[in-house]
């Protein structure tokens, strides 16, 4: 099945509380200040499923990356320097590091500081981009970090299967994410169940499309995020 179009993946990602969602979906944990009113007929996005069995690095010897047809099925595996390929995870991994390494005290409301939301719309598509403006992200973004007192820190990344479509228009990035808070208020700590200096998972969706010759992110299903198990001991 061919991947939805950017309106339309737009409209299915939009979540009811965009800091919260397109942020860092931090496991029920709310910023202070009351989210902006979803837009009409909006709903909360499904959360970005579980990647499926197997390590995320995949096999060895095995892309990680398909060329698929329109109901989904792989017509060939692609390999890493395939140059659709390395454009895309280009594309993910300076959008994830843009978004999982802030600090409150450089945050501004989105005027091309670091940190700020500016830094993240240059990955975006321009109406993924004017969804976010118009939700006033910029300001929720710098009240998230600022009365929280946050401060987060990108530890790794890691690829599942990804996809591009057939017409090498539109594709789809499947990662995780690690970070931590390495400065977080201790309200903000208790009532979400963090801790400092604790690595958190999270599994996102990436949607993208190939507009004016580069890849554009459309949209973004974001997982909570949750501590990692502790390892087995052995004897």
């Not at 579980?50 to 995949?58: E, K, L, S, W, Y």
């Not at 692609?78 to 409150?104: E, F, I, K, W």
Request: aromatic fraction near 6%; hydrophobic fraction near 35%; glycine fraction near 8%.
């Amino acid at each position: 099945m061919r991947q939805p179009t950017a309106p339309t993946a737009l409209r299915a990602a939009l979540p009811a509380a965009l800091a919260a969602a397109l942020v860092l979906v931090l496991s029920g944990c709310d910023a202070a200040p009351a989210p902006a009113p979803a837009p009409a007929g909006a709903t909360a996005p499904a959360a970005s499923p579980a990647p499926r069995g197997g390590p995320p690095t995949g096999p060895a010897g095995r892309s990680l990356w398909a060329l698929i047809d329109d109901r989904g099925d792989t017509i060939r595996s692609l390999p890493d320097d395939d140059p659709d390929v390395t454009a895309v995870r280009r594309t993910v991994a300076l959008h994830s590091a843009a978004t999982d390494n802030r600090d409150h005290r450089t945050l501004t409301d989105g005027t091309g500081g670091a940190g700020s939301a500016d830094s993240e719309f240059a990955f975006y598509s321009p109406e993924f981009t004017r969804q976010l403006k118009a939700q006033g992200y910029g300001r929720q973004l710098s009240a998230l970090y600022r009365t929280n007192r946050l401060t987060t820190h990108q530890v790794k990344t890691a690829w599942y299967r990804s996809t591009l479509y057939k017409d090498r228009a539109t594709a789809e990035a499947e990662m995780d994410t690690v970070m931590e808070f390495t400065a977080a208020a201790p309200g903000y700590l208790k009532k979400g169940g963090f801790a400092l200096n604790t690595p958190y998972t999270q599994h996102r969706t990436v949607s993208l499309a190939k507009q004016g010759g580069k890849w554009k992110i459309t949209a973004i299903r974001k997982s909570p995020l949750t501590k990692a198990a502790p390892r087995p001991e052995t004897s």
